[in-house]
């Protein structure tokens, strides 16, 4: 079997290979250096083949005309080795599962390469991050990476570009093209059916109750005939519907009373809902932990209990929700405990400001980064609905104590939010007004673009996903 011979990197001399961008000029130089040598040998003077002689002026310009003549030649040559270059391959698809970068670009890097990538992508986002069912592309020229791309979310998306000192990462939006949308529903059940008739997705449903959460108990102040009217943006690619945008406005009937709301971002680029008059919907407490569910058993001094079957004090709202329903904790606070309980099972209790507190009972688990100490927001997720302790079936037992005792949760009116401020209310006001011609049918969908004037300070809201 023939040797091979392997020699170290210090003895081997690199081979220069021009690039097309210094084809050019190598050429060129190599051509009017040609010339030039035989000027210098043959003088000042010469004869072209029919023996007419040349002043030393003539023979410049003739090196000059040889010399432009040689660019062209040159730059022609670039042309016909750009034109041979192999068109760039682009390859979309979605992250299986068990996938990481190093098995999805395996076939066009080397293990040193996929190190190099990742590392450069570490300070914008960490590729161990990636997820199932997320897309990606690889753009590839002569087999080799040349760009790759992954959506890390509905907004933004990681590219990665070979340069030639490495690999750059950049964090980049994506781009949709946005559609306004109105959206008319009339309640018959549920305001999740009410959407679906509408052709919309719960996703639409939950940011309504979201908006509203403050306002209208979706759980137990619905009835049939409620309507409502709203605003959102629709986000597609390539013509696909790719999700919701911004819910800009909408009206609420309930039991006869309407609710609006607006979307408004201030100057501190804080995107937060108001009413007509500019006064926050957000208020201290949700009005429930959790949507789209029914009340099995209200707050009450006497109750026969359904496991121990004796009468006693029921000092708690029941909310009946399938097991593994997330359960939101209603405001912002410090978790003060989290563990079992005989007959509360897993449960979670959370201390606000003003002396309050909640209580989350007979959860099937806690949500991750649920610890006793911990701080939670307004509207997280603590655990999910179970029928751990003494429970009949997968329900919520919700509780909640003021200065030390037992209050009903659906009878407490707690403070709104910051309104919004004076200096900012002709702005405010400006938005409402764009939005009551959309939604009542004074101004055509079509003409709506975020670079509106009185929009234009709304581009940071959350989208529905």
């Given at each position: 079997m023939p040797q091979k011979s392997h020699l170290s990197s210090s003895s081997q001399k690199p081979r220069f290979t021009p690039n097309k961008n210094q084809l050019v000029p190598l050429l060129a130089l190599l051509l009017l250096l040609g010339g030039g040598l035989a000027f210098l040998k043959y003088g000042p003077l010469g004869a072209d083949e029919s023996g007419t002689e040349y002043s030393y002026e003539e023979e410049l310009q003739l090196l000059e005309a040889d010399a432009r003549a040689a660019c062209e030649e040159a730059g022609a040559l670039v042309l016909n080795l750009e034109?041979?270059?192999?068109?760039?391959?682009?390859?979309?698809?979605?992250?299986?599962?068990?996938?990481?970068?190093?098995?999805?670009?395996?076939?066009?890097?080397?293990?040193?390469?996929?190190?190099?990538?990742?590392?450069s992508c570490k300070s914008v986002f960490p590729l161990h991050r990636i997820r199932q069912g997320q897309p990606y592309t690889v753009h590839t020229r002569d087999e080799k990476l040349i760009r790759f791309e992954y959506e890390i979310d509905s907004e933004s998306k990681l590219v990665v570009s070979r340069g030639d000192e490495g690999f750059v990462a950049e964090r980049e939006e994506i781009e949709y093209n946005i559609v306004l949308?109105?959206?008319?529903?009339?309640?018959?059940?549920?305001?999740?059916?009410?959407?679906?008739?509408?052709?919309?997705?719960?996703?639409?449903?939950?940011?309504?109750?979201?908006?509203?959460?403050?306002?209208?108990n979706f759980i137990?102040?619905?009835?049939?005939?409620?309507?409502?009217?709203?605003?959102?943006?629709?986000?597609?690619?390539?013509?696909?519907?790719?999700?919701?945008?911004?819910?800009?406005?909408?009206?609420?009937?309930?039991?006869?009373?309407?609710?609006?709301?607006?979307?408004?971002?201030?100057?501190?680029?804080?995107?937060?809902?108001?009413?007509?008059?500019?006064?926050?919907?957000r208020r201290a407490f949700l009005k429930a932990p959790l949507a789209f569910n029914r009340i099995s058993s209200g707050f009450s001094h006497r109750r026969l209990h359904p496991v121990l079957k004796d009468w006693r004090a029921h000092p708690a709202i029941d909310y009946a929700a399938p097991a593994g329903t997330p359960v939101k904790s209603v405001g912002r606070g410090v978790i003060t405990f989290k563990g079992f309980n005989k007959g509360a099972g897993n449960y979670v209790a959370v201390k606000h400001m003003n002396g309050y507190e909640t209580m989350y009972l007979h959860l099937s688990r806690f949500a991750g980064g649920i610890q006793k100490g911990a701080q939670v927001k307004q509207g997280q997720v603590v655990g999910y609905v179970g029928q751990t302790g003494y429970a009949t079936g997968p329900h919520l037992d919700f509780r909640m104590k003021r200065n030390g005792a037992y209050v009903n949760p659906l009878r407490e009116l707690t403070p709104r939010d910051q309104p919004v401020n004076q200096r900012e209310m002709p702005r405010f006001l400006a938005t409402q007004e764009l939005c009551r011609d959309f939604l009542e049918d004074r101004r055509n969908l079509a003409e709506y673009s975020r670079s509106m004037p009185e929009l234009k300070a709304a581009t940071a809201a959350q989208a529905p996903s």
């Open positions: 034109a041979e270059e192999a068109e760039p391959v682009v390859i979309q698809a979605e992250v299986s599962r068990g996938d990481t970068v190093s098995k999805i670009l395996e076939a066009w890097l080397t293990g040193a390469e996929i190190h190099a990538l990742a590392a949308h109105r959206v008319d529903g009339v309640i018959a059940s549920n305001l999740f059916n009410a959407m679906v008739e509408c052709g919309e997705t719960a996703a639409l449903a939950m940011a309504l109750a979201d908006v509203f959460a403050w306002e209208i137990q102040d619905l009835r049939v005939d409620d309507s409502f009217t709203l605003l959102v943006e629709k986000r597609y690619r390539d013509g696909e519907f790719k999700g919701y945008g911004r819910l800009l406005a909408a009206y609420f009937t309930n039991q006869g009373s309407r609710y609006e709301t607006f979307l408004f971002t201030d100057d501190a680029g804080h995107s937060l809902y108001f009413n007509a008059e500019g006064e926050s919907l």
